[in-house]
């Protein structure tokens, strides 16, 4: 998305501020809880990284929708960071990413070093390892 104009802004903290009076996590209340989905899913829209990253300090929904906002925004060094803090979803994220665009040793090397008993990291980079993807 980029920088935002002004506009776009305000029109992000409406929505926003809207969405957040009606959201709850793991609430039972089933429109709550996909208030509080929809809520983490317009702070990453709006590039709102820093709540996002407080957020996900106690919500699992939030760390995931930041793990793929900072994917697909690029920010792979900040992906890289926080498998180093021992998030396991981001390190499933980047090395995912690194996979997916033919860095398979470098997904190794990242599996290794920041999850080398975490066998779903090593399950991923062994499916594009396979024979029949063949060797990236």
């Given at each position: ?36 989905l929809w ?29 793929r906002s900072?994917?697909?925004?690029g920010m ?61």
């Open positions: 998305m980029g920088d935002l104009s002004h506009h776009e802004l305000r029109d992000w903290e409406a929505a926003i501020a809207l969405v957040s009076a009606h959201a709850e996590c793991y609430s039972i209340d089933h429109c709550m809880h996909d208030n509080r809520h983490m899913d317009l702070l990453a829209r709006a590039e709102r990284f820093s709540e996002l990253t407080e957020l996900a300090l106690t919500d699992v929904h939030t760390r995931r929708r930041l793990n900072l994917r697909d925004q792979e060094a900040v992906l890289r960071g926080r498998a180093k803090d021992r998030d396991r979803d981001a390190l499933y994220v980047l090395v995912r990413l690194l996979c997916e665009t033919n860095r398979v040793q470098e997904a190794h090397r990242a599996a290794q070093e920041f999850g080398p008993e975490d066998q779903h990291a090593h399950q991923i980079v062994a499916r594009f390892r396979s024979p029949s993807i063949g060797e990236q």
